[in-house]
Nanobody, 126 residues
């Protein structure tokens, strides 16, 4: 079984920064993607892809709306994935979820992931 626990969310002003963490435990993560998704208020049916990183190697991806502002990284020794979020905007307000992919092939869709954390709230205020 895989356990994912997110932390680091909170309230921040526009232009501020937060770093989210995802502590992973359980089965192996080698060869899989770790992804960050978000679910905005009023959009409970839509879980938007934010960024992904392979557990090994240098492959990492991000959706266009966060490129240049968000950075995904990992610390294999700590079994932790991070999402550094800079220059936050009002539209970044959402619950952010960490997830592990079903395989090492696909990473950008909600259906590509089978293990999820409980989520952490990020609220950006003006």
């Amino acid at each position: 079984q895989v356990q994912l626990v997110e932390s680091g969310g909170g309230l921040v002003q526009v232009g501020g920064s937060l770093r989210l963490s995802c502590a992973a435990s359980g089965r192996t993560f080698t060869g899989y993607y770790m992804g960050w998704f978000r679910q905005a208020p009023g959009k409970e049916q839509e879980r938007e892809f934010v960024a992904a990183i392979r557990w090994s190697g240098d492959s990492r991806y991000a959706t266009d709306s966060v490129k240049g502002r968000f950075t995904i990284s990992r610390d294999n020794a700590k079994n932790t994935v991070y999402l550094q979020m800079n220059n936050l905007k009002l539209e970044d307000t959402a619950v952010y979820y960490c997830a592990r992919s079903r395989s090492g092939l696909r990473y950008s869709s909600r259906n590509d992931y089978d293990y999820w954390g409980q989520g952490t709230q990020v609220t950006v205020s003006s």
